[in-house]
């Protein structure tokens, strides 16, 4: 009698929205979406809050002190992460967040405001790094670029209402609604991550023994290289007007980050040695070239071509989709990831410089949308390709360290160039918008332009 041979049915990655992951994945969309939210808002009502609590010579670090608070939560929420497992930093950061959100809205002083921003960025920052170790520890690694892909999708619908959305509040209401409005989303969403929480939280893997595991050493980097970007902004802002006190400041700032930068990421990362020290790297190359420019086309928009908060926000939302129609394309088939992510710098670098034509005389602001989808298209098949590399390039007992590193030189590289460009803006004067954001997308370019050279550097030593 013959037996009959059995053929062995192709394998198939679980579907993200299938029985296996649906709850986890639908968890994770939630929150994402609601910090989705929180950013795409604040970018377009900050020119009114800039107004209302006259502060526009602090554009700049309202976004830089949610990122540089960011980043101590970044490393703290990874050593847990690999130590205890990344359900309480998520909760915890969600607490912070909605905190945050409520002093925002309740901020009475430019300095109250700048405190609500810090208290924001140490939510978002241990909510990320978490969701981060979530999708290492829960998804296959198949699945790994389209739950990427889904994260930038949850930003779809924040991109398509949020700016506009805001704007119209801020029109309308006032900008304090606009922080008030996203406190309430974080109840249902929270009740339905958890399930999805404890569905995802297993048992965390043996912690590395390495220099990024040592819990006192690692909070003082961070701390160090958190206040070391924290002065080496003040200092240089200060620098045309007290030049003593911000040379000191200044000093004190690079020292800082000297010491603690380089123990928050992998060895030879600071400089670009081949395989993950450049996958991450690279993480901080993209951000701050995008983010160092996003964070003033608003400002642009309505200080030069005559926009109101709700068009600019507008202008930001149709440019946003570009970003989600390249993390999406990058899933369709095995891509040679360093290839993507150079493509990806020179959009973003390409995206950033044609934003210039917005000052052509004679011209219109909205030339600023086509530009900004071209600079998003470059985000998103980039920065999902590095996430993904970086996770396959990990260690499981350094998933923690190393999503906290990603963030950490996104974070960074946001706050320094969204820092320096405040300190830009109010150097060459208010009056003079035009030369101070050519000025930014200059130095901008020039940061793409490195991330066109090094990416391929990403690949793994031979």
Do not use: C
């Amino acid at each position: 009698m013959t037996v009959p041979k059995t053929l062995d049915a192709p394998y198939e990655p679980p579907r993200i929205f299938g029985p296996r992951y649906r709850t986890a994945t639908l968890g994770i969309l939630l929150v994402v979406t609601l910090i989705a939210f929180e950013g795409m808002s604040v970018g377009t009502v900050m020119p009114a809050v800039s107004k209302d609590l006259d502060a526009l010579d602090l554009y700049g670090m309202s976004f830089s002190a949610f990122l540089i608070s960011g980043l101590l939560a970044n490393v703290v929420a990874g050593l847990w992460s690999d130590r205890r497992g990344h359900a309480v930093p998520f909760l915890l950061g969600i607490g912070l967040f909605t905190a945050g959100m409520v002093l925002a809205g309740a901020a009475g002083t430019k300095e109250l405001f700048i405190v609500a921003r810090v208290v924001q960025g140490l939510g978002g920052g241990g909510v990320v790094v978490a969701i981060y170790v979530m999708i290492a520890r829960v998804y296959v690694p198949e699945t790994r670029p389209k739950v990427f892909a889904a994260l930038s999708a949850a930003w779809v619908l924040p991109a398509l209402i949020g700016p506009g959305l805001s704007g119209l509040i801020a029109t309308t209401l006032e900008w304090r609604w606009v922080f008030y409005g996203i406190v309430p989303l974080v109840v249902p969403a929270l009740v339905m991550l958890l399930p999805a929480l404890r569905a995802g939280e297993g048992p965390a893997p043996e912690p590395a023994t390495g220099p990024r595991s040592r819990p006192v050493a690692m909070t003082l980097a961070a701390a160090a290289t958190a206040g070391g970007a924290g002065a080496l902004l003040y200092g240089v802002d200060r620098l045309h007007n007290a030049p003593l006190s911000g040379g000191i400041a200044t000093a004190a700032g690079l020292v800082a980050l000297a010491v603690g930068l380089p123990r928050l990421l992998p060895p030879r990362a600071l400089r670009f040695g081949h395989g993950l020290p450049t996958t991450i790297m690279m993480r901080g190359v993209l951000s701050s070239a995008f983010f160092g420019v996003n964070a003033f086309i608003p400002l642009l928009l309505t200080k030069v071509s005559g926009f109101s908060v709700a068009e600019a926000g507008i202008a930001l939302t149709i440019g946003a989709l570009g970003w989600t129609t390249g993390s999406y394309l990058q899933t369709r088939r095995a891509y040679d990831r360093p290839r993507l992510v150079r493509l990806g710098a020179a959009a973003v670098t390409t995206g950033v410089l044609l934003t210039l034509l917005v000052l052509v005389p004679g011209g219109t602001g909205w030339v600023a949308v086509p530009a900004w989808v071209v600079a998003g298209f470059g985000m998103g098949i980039g920065m999902t390709s590095v996430n993904v590399t970086a996770m396959r390039q990990s260690p499981d007992a350094e998933q923690g360290a190393n999503s906290a590193a990603l963030q950490v030189v996104d974070t960074l590289g946001s706050a320094l160039t969204i820092g320096f460009g405040g300190v830009l803006i109010n150097l060459i004067g208010h009056d003079d918008i035009p030369t101070g954001y050519i000025t930014i997308v200059v130095l901008m370019a020039a940061v793409g332009l490195l991330g066109v050279g090094v990416a391929g550097r990403m690949r793994d030593a031979t």
